[in-house]
Nanobody
């Protein structure tokens, strides 16, 4: 069955960095666009970044442009989110998503001093 397992979340100080990973199984990873979403307490889930199946095109929410980078390694069935210059407002549960379908279970990112 399809599985998406996120990792790499944690507590980081403002200005710090984290790299999230999402490892996929149960489907042909290389034929799907992949995305990262996030959901902060009391807010709706929002799209953070998307990468096309070959990795040649990416798209970002305005709030993270220039700070976050999405990438993928199709040989490892893994999509990454490098997050730099983190701000308290980046605090959320981060989810990866296969195309318009399956979701991972999420990983908590907390940015606080």
């Amino acid at each position: 069955q399809v599985q998406l397992v996120e990792s790499g979340g944690g507590l980081v100080q403002p200005g710090g960095s984290l790299r999230l990973s999402c490892t996929a199984s149960g489907f042909t990873f290389s034929v799907y666009d992949m995305s990262w979403y996030r959901q902060a307490p009391g807010k709706e889930r929002e799209l953070v970044a998307t990468i096309t199946r070959g990795g040649r095109a990416t798209n970002y929410a305005e709030s993270v442009k220039g700070r976050f980078t999405i990438s993928r390694d199709n040989a490892k069935n893994t999509v990454y989110l490098q997050m730099n210059s983190l701000k308290p407002e980046d605090t959320a549960v981060y989810y990866c998503r296969q195309g318009w379908g399956y979701w991972g279970q999420g990983t908590q990112v907390t940015v606080s001093s």
